[in-house]
T-cell receptor, first 113, second 114 residues
Framework: AQKITQTQPGMFVQEKEAVTLDCTYDTSDPSYGLFWYKQPSSGEMIFLIYQGSYDQQNATEGRYSLNFQKARKSANLVISASQLGDSAMYFCAMREEDDKIIFGKGTRLHILP | ETGVTQSPTHLIKTRGQQVTLRCSSQSGHNTVSWYQQALGQGPQFIFQYYREEENGRGNFPPRFSGLQFPNYSSELNVNALELDDSALYLC?????????????FGSGTRLTVV
């Protein structure tokens, strides 16, 4: 069974609109961390945002926020006011207690001018 | 402070050969992880080193091996290369285990096996 599921292989969004990238996860560990990374065509993975399983508040970093719904095992990334430079692959990832990071298959986001 | 540096950036090898990929971790980071990313897929965890000891391994055969040096730089060695080993190999470093600040990734080494 997949531990990280990203159901949107690709998305097209108009510039300046908000976009939500979906992520669901599966774990039995009580303590875990959830990450979102951006991967432009250059290949580098760029850390965007982190949510700990015990964090009470949803994480925010500038235009990025993480909509964490623990009971639903959901950790969606919201990008507000999208920009052309946001076009990239986006990966949801989870770190479990053994410290491995498991990635989803990614969502390719295209921002349209 | 410098980020994570990987070398070489691109590499072409023949099936059956051996390859060594190198990674310099971000200054102050003592944990290094390696990932294999096939085309169109998410990265797959290979293994992780913490203070020169392997402390986690993914579902990869023993011909994938690694080292971490006292300065926390690292190597990934792959023996008896197969065509399916063609991928982007990413190295990531972090400060300690269980870091909540994410892992800093390098730009990767793109390996092509022919």
């Amino acid at each position: 069974a997949q531990k990280i599921t990203q159901t949107q292989p690709g998305m097209f969004v108009q510039e300046k609109e908000a976009v939500t990238l979906d992520c669901t996860y599966d774990t039995s560990d009580p303590s875990y961390g959830l990450f979102w990374y951006k991967q432009p065509s250059s290949g580098e993975m760029i850390f965007l945002i982190y949510q700990g399983s015990y964090d009470q508040q949803n994480a925010t970093e500038g235009r990025y926020s993480l909509n964490f719904q623990k009971a639903r095992k959901s950790a969606n990334l919201v990008i507000s006011a999208s920009q052309l430079g946001d076009s990239a692959m986006y990966f949801c990832a989870m770190r479990e207690e053994d410290d491995k990071i498991i990635f989803g298959k990614g969502t390719r986001l295209h921002i349209l001018p | 402070e410098t980020g994570v540096t990987q070398s070489p950036t691109h590499l072409i090898k023949t099936r059956g050969q051996q390859v060594t990929l190198r990674c310099s971790s971000q200054s102050g980071h003592n944990t290094v992880s390696w990932y294999q990313q096939a085309l169109g897929q998410g990265p797959q965890f290979i293994f992780q080193y913490y203070r020169e000891e392997e402390n986690g391994r993914g579902n990869f055969p023993p011909r994938f091996s690694g080292l971490q040096f006292p300065n926390y730089s690292s190597e990934l060695n792959v023996n008896a290369l197969e065509l399916d080993d063609s991928a982007l190999y990413l190295c990531a470093s972090s400060l300690g285990q269980g870091s909540s600040f994410g892992y800093t990734f390098g730009s990767g080494t793109r390996l092509t096996v022919v």
